[in-house]
């Protein structure tokens, strides 16, 4: 191996081994457990098995796993369609003021997910903050329940992951040429043409980034169904809880959990060579 | 060239300034049928603003824009008969170059057969037939240049606007351009509106040429107008080389700097008078009136530039002569000048 080919390889290295040691072979190792009994204390009894994975197809867990599709694709269709405007107007804004409108954007992260999750309990709850609201507004029927149903847990992903998607999207949105779609509008297409065809067909790949970035932790988030959800929707990432520490059926849990790690890289890749896709395009319009 | 003398589009009095910035100062201006007219100046003297208001993505704080005698300035970009080449070509990059060169009509929302046609026909007059496929990264830079001209030209907009169209090119393919560009002006028979910063493509290209500073019209005219007669010193001095000398006009009429003489028809005071490197002669010392020193020569290939200091300016006088021509001058030499007086300008 030439000198340079050697030196990109060792400046990778520090990454390379902490992926390896803290989630490579972590992950292994619980994918491992799929293939043997359980303990019956916890743990794992080494009998090889593929009797975990056949449970994992059986229609009452592949229910819990299509609701859970279901639910983490509507949160991603609704944190898309909230961003898009968002990240759009910020685009728009006078350079000047753009990294102060996305420091707001990000501002929630600066507390804690446990924390920002519980604030909704407080706004949605029956005596919260939502319903004393509309009651000092003259509402007089019975108070809204708005928590621990599957809206407060849409509602909760939406929102806990919303920044993400406007960054993405504003990033591909702040390095498209003004000038696309002046010369669109120029060539004779009002703004609604011209968003259809020139500045969303080429800012898809940052809408992709920001859906997946939604999609992969929403689908196998555990807190906000927990917490928003009390309980009563299950997901699977709730279920993969409770395998491990409820029902101490950790290779059902590890199964589980490789069902939904597969999952998640496929639609990673898939994503992936979106991207590389529309960023040769790019670069090709950038050397112009 | 061929251009009557119908205007096509007036600029009635059209201002626009962005904040406490008055990017366009008061300007009119009539661009004819046909022609291909240069909005030309140093960078920052409005003219990208001028045009962007033709186009449509500025508005015009003051004035009216006539196209064909009616007001387009409340129009919005699309619904402009006017087609604007953009400086950055602005290529859809996730299409093809013949669905970049579809698009426009597409808009117009004509038949597809007609669409078809249309597109096939300008990309054979510019050369893109076999590019037709190709996404624009897959394209040279004069390839590029010649589909956003096309994709333009396919609208057959009555004027079509460009923004420093030959910038992004190498000096070679530019000048190959200029002419390409003229060529394809004089065959669609559309009126061309080029903005560019560069003089020499202005001189090329345009048979009438507006030159702008600090958002105001300077002169208006034909390239050889502007050359031999500009309206002021700021004209003279950015088109082509000019010399300055600075003296005063005497009660006789004659324009008089140290040890320097010349015949000129001013009101008495001081001037400064303009003369063009081609319109000094050159003798042997004694010769001429004017004494001078060469202090540096620059060779062109088909003439050189001398350089020399005379008592009469601070910065020495450039006079070109044909490199073929008489004299091998060295640096130092002593010479003589003599500066016809019908064809010097004087300013005052």
Same mark, same amino acid.
């Given at each position: 191996?030439?000198?340079?080919?050697?030196?990109?390889?060792?400046?990778?290295?520090?990454?390379?081994?902490?992926?390896?040691?803290?989630?490579?072979?972590?992950?292994?190792?619980?994918?491992?457990?799929?293939?043997?009994?359980?303990?019956?204390?916890?743990?794992?009894?080494?009998?090889?098995?593929?009797?975990?994975?056949?449970?994992?197809? +059986?229609?009452?867990?592949?229910?819990?796993?299509?609701?859970?599709?279901?639910?983490?694709?509507?949160?991603?269709?609704?944190?898309?369609?909230?961003?898009?405007?968002?990240?759009?107007?910020?685009?728009?804004?006078?350079?000047?003021?753009?990294?102060?409108?996305?420091?707001?954007?990000?501002?929630?992260?600066?507390?804690?997910?446990?924390?920002?999750?519980?604030?909704?309990?407080?706004?949605?709850?029956?005596?919260?903050?939502?319903?004393?609201?509309?009651?000092?507004?003259?509402?007089?029927?019975?108070?809204?329940? !708005?928590?621990?149903?599957?809206?407060?847990?849409?509602?909760?992903?939406?929102?806990?992951?919303?920044?993400?998607?406007?960054?993405?999207?504003?990033?591909?949105?702040?390095?498209?040429?003004?000038?696309?779609?002046?010369?669109?509008?120029?060539?004779?297409?009002?703004?609604?043409?011209?968003?259809?065809?020139?500045?969303?067909?080429?800012?898809?790949?940052?809408?992709?980034?920001?859906?997946?970035?939604?999609?992969?932790?929403?689908?196998?988030?555990?807190?906000?169904?927990?917490?928003?959800?009390?309980?009563?929707?299950?997901?699977?990432?709730?279920?993969?809880? +409770?395998?491990?520490?409820?029902?101490?059926?950790?290779?059902?849990?590890?199964?589980?959990?490789?069902?939904?790690?597969?999952? !998640?890289?496929?639609?990673?890749?898939?994503?992936?060579?979106?991207?590389?896709?529309?960023?040769?395009?790019?670069?090709?319009?950038?050397?112009? | 060239?061929?251009?009557?003398?119908?205007?096509?589009?007036?600029?009635?009095?059209?201002?626009?300034?962005?904040?406490?910035?008055?990017?366009?100062?008061?300007?009119?201006?009539?661009?004819?049928?046909?022609?291909?007219?240069?909005?030309?100046?140093?960078?920052?003297?409005?003219?990208?603003?001028?045009?962007?208001?033709?186009?449509?993505?500025?508005?015009?704080?003051?004035?009216?824009?006539?196209?064909?005698?009616?007001?387009?300035?409340?129009?919005?970009?699309?619904?402009?008969?006017?087609?604007?080449?953009? /400086?950055?070509?602005?290529?859809?990059?996730?299409?093809?170059?013949? /669905?970049?060169?579809?698009?426009?009509?597409?808009?117009?929302?004509?038949?597809?057969?007609?669409?078809?046609?249309?597109?096939?026909?300008?990309?054979?007059?510019?050369?893109?037939? /076999?590019?037709?496929?190709?996404?624009?990264?897959?394209?040279?830079?004069?390839?590029?240049?010649?589909?956003?001209?096309?994709?333009?030209?396919?609208?057959?907009?009555?004027?079509?606007?460009?923004?420093?169209?030959?910038?992004?090119?190498?000096?070679?393919?530019?000048?190959?351009?200029?002419?390409?560009?003229?060529?394809?002006?004089?065959?669609?028979?559309?009126?061309?509106?080029?903005?560019?910063?560069? /003089?020499?493509?202005?001189?090329?290209?345009?048979?009438?040429?507006?030159?702008?500073?600090?958002?105001?019209?300077?002169?208006?005219?034909?390239?050889?107008?502007?050359?031999?007669?500009?309206?002021?010193?700021?004209?003279?001095?950015?088109?082509?080389?000019?010399?300055?000398?600075?003296?005063?006009?005497?009660?006789?009429?004659?324009?008089?700097?140290?040890?320097?003489?010349?015949?000129?028809?001013?009101?008495?005071?001081?001037?400064?008078?303009?003369?063009?490197?081609?319109?000094?002669?050159?003798?042997?010392?004694?010769?001429?009136?004017?004494?001078g020193a060469v202090v540096d020569i620059a060779y062109?290939?088909?003439?050189r530039?001398l350089h020399v200091k005379?008592?009469?300016?601070?910065?020495p006088?450039?006079?070109?002569?044909?490199?073929?021509?008489?004299?091998n001058w060295k640096i130092g030499d002593a010479l003589?000048?003599?500066?016809?007086?019908?064809?010097?300008?004087?300013?005052?």
């Amino acid at each position: 191996m030439s000198f340079n080919a050697t030196r990109p390889t060792l400046l990778a290295a520090p990454g390379v081994a902490w992926l390896v040691a803290f989630m490579v072979v972590p992950c292994l190792l619980v994918l491992s457990y799929a293939f043997f009994e359980r303990g019956v204390w916890g743990g794992v009894e080494y009998t090889f098995t593929l009797e975990n994975f056949a449970r994992v197809a +059986d229609p009452l867990y592949a229910k819990i796993f299509l609701n859970s599709a279901r639910i983490a694709l509507t949160a991603t269709v609704a944190a898309i369609l909230i961003a898009y405007p968002a990240a759009y107007a910020i685009s728009r804004a006078p350079r000047m003021s753009q990294p102060i409108l996305l420091f707001f954007a990000v501002l929630p992260f600066w507390s804690n997910y446990l924390i920002r999750t519980y604030a909704w309990i407080v706004l949605l709850n029956r005596e919260g903050l939502t319903n004393n609201l509309l009651r000092s507004l003259g509402y007089t029927g019975e108070p809204l329940s !708005m928590l621990y149903t599957e809206s407060a847990v849409i509602t909760g992903l939406v929102y806990n992951y919303l920044p993400f998607v406007i960054l993405a999207i504003y990033s591909t949105l702040s390095r498209l040429n003004p000038e696309l779609m002046e010369a669109s509008r120029d060539l004779g297409a009002g703004p609604v043409r011209t968003f259809l065809r020139v500045t969303l067909p080429l800012t898809l790949p940052g809408v992709a980034a920001g859906g997946v970035f939604v999609f992969v932790l929403s689908i196998g988030n555990f807190v906000t169904p927990a917490l928003l959800g009390g309980g009563r929707f299950q997901m699977v990432g709730n279920l993969v809880y +409770d395998q491990f520490l409820t029902a101490n059926d950790w290779p059902f849990g590890a199964a589980l959990g490789a069902a939904l790690i597969l999952t !998640m890289i496929v639609l990673l890749l898939l994503q992936a060579r979106a991207t590389a896709h529309a960023s040769g395009e790019r670069k090709g319009e950038a050397a112009q | 060239m061929n251009a009557s003398s119908n205007p096509i589009l007036r600029i009635e009095g059209v201002g626009k300034a962005f904040g406490p910035v008055t990017a366009v100062d008061d300007v009119t201006l009539d661009i004819r049928e046909n022609e291909f007219f240069a909005l030309l100046g140093p960078s920052g003297c409005g003219k990208t603003t001028l045009l962007r208001m033709l186009a449509g993505f500025e508005s015009p704080n003051a004035g009216r824009i006539l196209l064909e005698g009616k007001d387009i300035s409340p129009l919005p970009p699309e619904k402009r008969p006017l087609n604007l080449m953009f /400086q950055s070509y602005a290529l859809f990059p996730h299409m093809t170059v013949r /669905q970049n060169l579809s698009y426009g009509l597409e808009m117009e929302r004509l038949a597809r057969t007609e669409i078809r046609r249309r597109v096939d026909e300008t990309m054979a007059t510019t050369d893109l037939t /076999q590019f037709a496929d190709r996404k624009p990264e897959q394209l040279s830079g004069g390839q590029k240049q010649r589909v956003a001209l096309a994709r333009a030209l396919v609208k057959r907009p009555k004027v079509l606007l460009l923004d420093e169209p030959l910038g992004a090119l190498d000096k070679k393919l530019r000048e190959k351009m200029q002419l390409e560009l003229k060529r394809m002006q004089n065959e669609v028979g559309i009126t061309f509106i080029i903005v560019t910063h560069d /003089q020499e493509e202005a001189l090329v290209m345009a048979d009438r040429m507006a030159i702008l500073k600090d958002g105001r019209l300077l002169q208006v005219g034909a390239p050889e107008d502007v050359y031999e007669r500009p309206a002021d010193r700021f004209v003279a001095n950015f088109i082509g080389v000019m010399n300055f000398i600075d003296g005063k006009v005497g009660v006789d009429g004659l324009f008089v700097a140290e040890g320097l003489q010349v015949k000129a028809s001013g009101n008495a005071g001081s001037a400064t008078l303009a003369v063009r490197p081609e319109n000094i002669a050159i003798g042997p010392p004694g010769d001429l009136p004017v004494s001078g020193a060469v202090v540096d020569i620059a060779y062109h290939g088909l003439d050189r530039v001398l350089h020399v200091k005379t008592t009469a300016s601070a910065t020495p006088l450039q006079v070109r002569i044909p490199a073929s021509g008489a004299g091998n001058w060295k640096i130092g030499d002593a010479l003589s000048l003599k500066i016809d007086p019908a064809r010097c300008r004087l300013f005052q």
